[in-house]
């Protein structure tokens, strides 16, 4: 193994005695000038034996405190248990050397990324210590993670523009066909037919290509991100001229009731964006409710200040409630619900894209979504749209 011998005393053991002390000092003064670096001598079990104003430095321990201590103390707790300073020296004395890169303790108690040489030191073929250096390399290592990081970002962004533009050529085509489809169903159910199950068929066929037409319009707002187009509307209307999709979207096992306010002053809304939204929500509710329960889809004006920032003055919204006693959300499906293409159904069933699309919608329409959901106890997502004019001094 004597290739593996690092030159730990000073070169050439033939020198005058003078010479090597004056080596030696010479060595000992470079050391204690050293404060990048951590430079000690343990001895065989680990002990250490010497330290340099680098390690107090970057440790924070002073040499009188430090030295007869066990090197471990330097490791965090797992990697103490791990068995991780024992093996170190182990590697050191079989291989020569050990290099490694990890978490270390300061004095302080608080972390820094180490970089860390140990060599054996031999003596006439016998171990007498290691020499070891440590480098503080936590600034690397930081800087290294964020380039890490925004390279991540990065390649996500290019990658959601890449779906975002697949996703608009498609559910450009579909939404095409699915207009077909959805008038030719409404044409077939005006035809009345001798066989009950043709009713049947046709409805099934409806719910379909309503779900399909929420879909693309969803992907084009996601695709889009969300261009609106808005409009001046009163939301009754619209509320009731989609009742009936919205209806048969529950299907029967799901009592569906639609409590409009008595006059509701103007919104500016895309239209289209809001009958999908809704939709999402009557959609999201019925999910909810596998063996049946009620849906209300409330309208009423309120006066109230976005819970983005509530210190701000009230103003005038037209809120709609879509409300369900259905199984609700635990505290982790309602924290992530609004994200984007989170989902906790099946794959078919559910995008994730539905909540997204709904606060995404109400945000750019200049007003808000608020959340409200327990297990057990229903869910309530009300959307509030602002009132054109609607600020209490104008
Ligand atoms: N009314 C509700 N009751 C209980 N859980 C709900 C309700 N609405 C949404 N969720 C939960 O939030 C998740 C996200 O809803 P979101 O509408 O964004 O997507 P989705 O319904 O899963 O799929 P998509 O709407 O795109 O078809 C749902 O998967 C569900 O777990
Ligand atoms: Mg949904």
């Known amino acids: ?30 050391i204690g000038g050293v404060t990048d670096y951590a430079i000690y001598m343990l001895d065989p079990n680990g002990y250490i034996r010497s330290w340099n104003p680098g390690g107090e430095r970057i440790k924070g321990y002073s040499e009188r405190e430090i030295v007869g201590q066990h090197f471990s103390r330097f490791y965090t707790r797992e990697d103490v248990e791990r068995g991780e300073p024992a093996r170190g020296l182990a590697t050191a004395r079989a ?68 779906i975002g533009k697949l ?42 290509a309503d779900r399909g037409t929420l879909l693309t319009r969803q992907l084009l707002a996601f695709a889009r991100g969300q261009n609106l187009a808005p409009e001046v509307h009163d939301i009754n209307d619209l509320l009731a001229r989609s009742a009936e999709m919205y209806r048969r979207a529950c ?33 999201n509710s019925r999910d909810a409710m596998p063996t049946g329960g009620t849906i209300v889809v409330r309208s009423s004006t309120v006066e109230t200040a976005p819970p983005s920032a509530p210190e701000t003055t009230p103003r005038l919204y ?24 989170f989902t906790t159904k099946d794959v078919g069933r559910g995008s994730g894209l539905g909540l997204s699309q709904v606060f995404g919608f109400a945000a750019q329409s200049g007003g808000f979504a608020t959340l409200d959901s327990e297990p057990g106890r229903g869910t309530t997502v009300r959307v509030c749209l602002p009132v054109i004019g609607g600020r209490p001094n104008g």
């Open 1 to 30: 193994m004597a290739d593996m011998i690092p030159a730990q005393a000073p070169r050439g053991g033939a020198v005058a005695t003078k010479g090597l002390d004056d080596e030696a000092r010479q060595l000992a003064l470079l």
């Open 318 to 341: 037209v809120a709609v409630d879509v409300i369900d006693d259905g199984h609700g959300m635990s505290m982790e499906v309602a924290d992530r619900a609004t994200e984007p293409f």
């Open 95 to 162: 291989q020569g050397k050990f290099e490694a890169e990890g978490w270390r303790v300061r004095k302080d108690g608080s972390r820094f990324r180490a970089s860390v040489v140990i060599d054996p030191i031999w003596q006439e073929g016998e171990l007498i210590g290691f020499a070891k250096v440590t480098r503080d390399v936590t600034e690397r290592y930081e800087a290294q993670q964020r380039l890490i990081d925004a390279q991540k970002a990065l390649v996500q962004s290019q990658k959601l523009e890449a």
């Open 251 to 283: 299907g029967s096992a799901i009592q569906f009731r639609l409590e409009l306010a008595d006059a509701l002053p103007p919104v500016d809304v895309d239209m289209a964006q809001f009958e999908a939204g809704i939709l999402n929500l009557v959609a």
């Open 167 to 208: 996703t608009l050529g498609l559910a450009h085509d579909f939404n095409n066909l699915l207009t077909v489809i959805v008038n030719s169903l409404d044409l077939i159910t005006l035809k009345n037919s001798d066989d009950p199950r043709v009713q049947e068929w046709t409805e099934a066929a409806q719910r379909a």
